[in-house]
């Protein structure tokens, strides 16, 4: 019968032109029943922002490559927030420095996944992630 | 957001998140939505329903990105529900349908709404009529429901849309294929689309012949035989206008018994989702078919004895009970 899954918004902001690393991980994320929604490249922070709402995703995950991550995380919260989204899971994964990785996710940006990580990883670490934060919301 | 009260009242007063919330609801049954449904049932029915069906690439959603640009300039708001199909394998599902409706997330008077179809195999979701109901309720004028890709046999949008465009383009099967498939039987508008390519001129005079040499229709309507380049957005405004000849044709008369069985249809699937829960739910009725199943009984035979134990209203007695009364029977 019905059941509750995981949904999960797979978005490539910034300008860097090549989206394979996040259709791999968008497959992956199906692969592991989760149902995934995909948009292309090139969103904005508001538009991401706008798709999660009208989704109504568990979490946003966010490829990038362009090295404006230190900008973008923020400002994908803060879009969020501003939609009452502030509960998603914000996410990403890309080439991002150890010690930028270290501050976003002191900011809180949960978790950063470098190049190189196990795709699955991600999958269960999402898993994990999300089943934890639906026991807190006790739904 | 945590209960009916709340999200239906936020719904009716055009919160976004409400309306996601609730269509989220209705897609995990969550036990929150026959209440919060009921409370904004009364302003259900405003909205028009056009489902959008046809082979998987057949330009589906870029069309309906086009149909939402257009109803947009003439200031009708659009919500759009785009299924595409979960694997039956994982339960996992990849959503890409509104890659082609990039520019309508901008648009405040847009929704777009993506949604897995899960365990049903007719095209859409078993929540997609709630949904509609939902978006409905909202306020939109123009509802849009892109199915799967369909093959030759998926048509439960028939039972969730007013009016059902079915669009095929050159390349994937001719006319008779179209024929056999029964997606004439379901189209009250067919679309020619990517009439840019080779074989469009072909595809479109054997359908208009196909179309035409089928008796009548039962409702009298005549289906059109339109072409459209999706990418281009040409071809656009007569399906549109197509889509309002059939709706005048069926609010002259049919609309009302087409809506009456769209609820029947839905009382009927929530009834029989509860019995399969209320049956199987339990391990009374499992074991009792291992317990036939064991003694070496057919299937068809045990099948029996379950049913006479329900039919009978006694569904706890025990199995040797249920033997007699199917050996009455
Ligand atoms: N040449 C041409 N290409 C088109 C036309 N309409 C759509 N396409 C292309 O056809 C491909 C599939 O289009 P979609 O709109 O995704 O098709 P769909 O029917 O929604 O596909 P599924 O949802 O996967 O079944 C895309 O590459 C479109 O750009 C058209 O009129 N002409
Ligand atoms: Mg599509």
Known sequence: MAQRKIKVLVAKPGLDGHDRGAKTVATVLRDHGMEVVYTGLHQTPEMIAEVALQEDVDVVGLSILSGAHMSLFPRVRKELEVRGMGHVLLTGGGIIPAEDMAELEKEGFTRLFGPGTRTDDIAEWIQTAVEKSRASEGV | ?329
């Not at chain 2, 945590?2 to 996601?20: H, P």
């Not at chain 2, 369909?150 to 095929?168: P, S």
């Not at chain 2, 001719?174 to 067919?190: C, F, P, R, S, T």
């Open chain 2, 1 to 329: 957001m945590k209960d009916a009260e709340t999200i239906s009242a936020r719904l009716l007063s055009g919160d976004r998140l409400a309306l996601s919330r609730m269509i989220s609801w209705a897609e995990d049954g969550d036990d929150r939505f026959p209440a919060s449904l009921s409370r904004i049932y009364s302003k259900v029915g405003r909205g028009w329903r056009t489902g959008i069906t046809g082979p998987p690439g057949a330009g589906k959603s870029t069309l309906v990105n086009e149909l939402a640009r257009v109803f947009r300039q003439g200031e009708r708001t659009v919500g759009i529900l785009a299924v595409d199909p979960s694997s039956p394998f994982t339960g996992g599902a990849l959503l890409g349908d509104r890659i082609r409706m990039e520019e309508r997330t901008k648009d405040p008077g847009v929704y777009i709404r993506s949604m897995a179809s899960r365990e049903s195999h007719g095209g859409i979701a078993r929540a997609t009529v709630d949904a509609c109901d939902v978006m409905d309720a909202f306020g939109f004028d123009e509802l849009l429901i892109e199915t799967v890709g369909v093959g030759q046999a998926e048509y439960d949008v028939v039972t969730a849309a007013d009016t059902v465009l079915v669009v095929l383009c050159p390349g994937a099967g001719d006319g008779i294929q179209a024929m056999k498939a029964g997606l004439l039987e379901v189209a009250d508008v067919l679309v020619v689309n990517k009439k840019d390519r080779d074989g469009a001129d072909r595809l479109l005079v054997d359908l208009e012949e196909a179309v035409h040499t089928r008796e009548v229709r039962t409702d009298q309507w005549e289906v059109p035989v339109l072409p459209t380049n999706a990418v281009a957005g040409e071809g656009v405004e007569a399906v549109i206008d197509a889509v309002h000849r059939h709706r005048a044709h069926l609010e002259a008369g049919l609309l009302e018994s087409v809506r009456r069985r769209r609820r029947v249809d839905q009382v009927k699937r929530v009834v029989g989702e509860r019995l399969e829960d209320e049956l199987w739910g339990g391990r009374r009725l499992g074991d009792r078919v291992e317990e036939g199943l064991d003694r070496a009984s057919t299937p068809y035979d045990v099948a029996e004895e379950v049913l006479a134990s329900i039919l009978g209203g006694n569904l706890g007695a025990p199995a040797g009970d249920s033997r007699s009364e199917a050996a009455r029977r």
